[in-house]
């Protein structure tokens, strides 16, 4: 069974680090793309970006390029999504997801989701 | 980037109704576009692929289709389960984009 698996949600203060990962199991982790997407409170979906973790090859979407990194280790099949420096705006629930390609891309399994709070 | 316009960004309507949901891409992607279910403090969950295709386990009430660069979701017969908010998602080109999204409420 395909499972992505997500970390825990977090508090933050602005300025601070994080890291959150996204686990996969029940497929070959490093044959499938592996996607972002961002979910503010109360709004849409927005598309962050996708990572190949076979080779690590990324895709970022200009809003997010710079802001965040979209990290794998396929030895312990899991993506990562990280911010350097957080801000107040970063308050969202994030979600991973695994592309597949069958006559065009979708997403197929979603994570659970990791809400991300940054407060002061 | 490639501009999906979503309408509407919600409706009422009644179990049994025929609902339809347009996303218009402001340029030509072909094919390259899904359809996707959202519940409250759910995942999103995909419904279609590939504009029409539709997966696998998902009521044959939904319906996806394609006239040049618009693109519809219809769902035949509305039931209580589909009262969601419904996304559209281009992936002809880098950044993919979503749809503003369509809620879809109980009349």
């Known amino acids: 069974e395909v499972q992505l698996v997500q970390s825990g949600a977090e508090v933050k203060k602005p300025g601070e680090s994080l890291k959150i990962s996204c686990q996969g199991s029940g497929y070959s982790f490093t044959s499938y793309w592996i996607g972002w997407v961002r979910q503010m409170p109360g709004k849409g979906l927005e598309w962050m970006g996708i990572?190949?973790?076979?080779?690590?090859?990324?895709r970022y979407s200009p809003s997010f390029q710079g802001h965040v990194t979209i990290s794998a280790d396929k030895s312990i099949t899991t993506a990562y999504l990280q911010w350097r420096s957080l801000q107040a705006s970063d308050t969202a629930m994030y979600y991973c997801?695994?592309?597949?390609?069958?006559?065009?891309?979708?997403?197929?399994?979603w994570g659970q989701g990791t809400l991300v709070t940054v407060s002061s | 980037d490639i501009q999906m316009t979503q309408s509407p960004s919600s409706l009422s309507a009644s179990v049994g109704d025929r609902v339809t949901i347009t996303c218009r891409a402001s340029q030509g992607i072909r094919n390259d576009l899904g359809w996707y279910q959202q519940k409250p403090g759910k995942a999103p969950e995909r419904l279609i692929y590939?504009?029409?295709s539709l997966q696998s386990g998902v009521p044959s009430r939904f319906s996806g289709n394609r006239s040049g660069t618009e693109f519809t979701l219809t769902i035949s017969s509305l039931q209580p389960e589909d009262f969601a908010t419904y996304y559209c998602?281009?992936?002809?080109?880098?950044?993919?984009?979503f749809g503003q999204g369509t809620k879809v409420e109980i009349k």
């Open positions: 590939a504009a029409s």
């Open positions: 998602l281009q992936h002809n080109s880098y950044p993919w984009t």
């Open positions: 990572i190949f973790p076979g080779d690590s090859d990324t």
């Open positions: 997801a695994r592309l597949l390609y069958s006559s065009g891309w979708s997403f197929d399994y």
